[in-house]
């Protein structure tokens, strides 16, 4: 639905939004990340699947393809759908690896304007082996990829994180004290650090400033929230730097998200709404 959305405001604007997937998992050995094979962490969006170790910059470069295709979804997009595979670990430094040099190898040409995100969507905290120390998915796996979407962020892209792992929660307070993966409060700080709720980022124990604004690491609990989560990060990404001059008619809606929970034996007479007069001719861009 993600994909059918940017697709049918492509044809409906007329221009060229492009989507890479790529996916990140793991082997069913390990003696180091040099002897693995890399199971399911490869290109999705190439012609053909390309595995992890083998990926070139041409690779890179020709995952990102146009979504719109003679008014259609591209064909090469709903064949990487049926190409993710829910097996192996969670190698997300390696997913995030991915995404920069997909970057990296299709800059955004002179005199163009793209908006370029990185959405991470995971069910579950870094690592590949259950038998994996603290010590490894911090080191290995939460602190690289965390310092690859520093360098992310770095360039003007939004990151992105979708959890949709037993305890996530993106509205709950950021505990900075945790040091287990067995406490989803330190998956919860990991996917705030992956996001740009955190632009500065740099490992699990320097998270640095957050940004005031928030609202890009997102949490769900069902499909249908998952669903509203993409729809979300559609309209954020095919909205941003347009403006809109204020007139008698101007209304400016901000939609409570489902994950919102009020606290308990709130009502409505608890709730305060006020409006204010805009002064005339304000432009608002957002």
């Known amino acids: 639905e993600f994909v059918n959305s940017v697709q049918a405001q492509a044809q409906e604007d007329g ?3 492009r989507i890479a997937m790529v996916g990140f998992a793991s082997d069913n050995s390990r003696s180091g990340w040099s002897t693995l094979n890399y199971g399911n962490t490869e290109l999705l969006s190439t012609t053909a699947v390309v595995n992890y170790r083998n990926a070139t910059n041409s690779d890179y470069k020709n995952s990102l393809v146009s979504v719109n295709s ?5 064909s090469r ?3 990487a759908i049926d190409r993710i595979d829910a097996e192996g670990g ?8 991915m995404a920069q040099n997909i970057l990296n ?9 793209r908006n370029q995100v990185v959405i991470v969507f995971t069910d579950g905290e870094p690592g590949i082996f259950t038998s994996d120390s603290d010590s490894t998915r911090t080191n290995d796996y ?3 990829a965390i310092s690859t979407a520093k360098a992310i962020k770095d360039k003007g892209v939004k990151v992105y994180s979708v959890g949709i792992f037993d305890g996530a929660d993106a509205n709950a307070a950021v505990d900075t004290t945790t040091t287990s993966w067995s406490n989803v409060k330190t998956t919860n700080r990991f ?4 996001s740009s709720n955190y632009p500065n980022a740099q490992s699990m124990s320097n998270g640095g400033t957050p940004d005031e604004k928030k609202g890009y690491y997102l949490s769900a609990a069902d499909a249908d929230t998952l669903k509203d989560i993409f729809q979300k990060i559609s309209d954020d990404i095919q909205t941003g730097g347009s403006s809109s001059t204020l007139d008698s008619n101007a209304i400016v809606r901000d939609v409570l998200t489902k ?13 305060d709404i006020e409006t204010y007069q805009a002064a005339k001719g304000n432009t608002v861009t957002n």
């Open 142 to 144: 939460a602190n690289p």
């Open 259 to 271: 994950e919102l929970q009020l606290p308990e034996g709130t009502t409505a007479d608890d709730i």
């Open 70 to 74: 003679n008014g259609t979804v591209n």
């Open 105 to 113: 190898n299709n800059p955004v040409s002179s005199g163009e304007e």
């Open 77 to 79: 997009l709903t064949t």
């Open 191 to 194: 996917m705030h650090y992956l």
């Open 15 to 17: 221009v060229d939004h």
């Open 90 to 97: 969670t190698a997300i430094n390696l997913g995030m690896e």
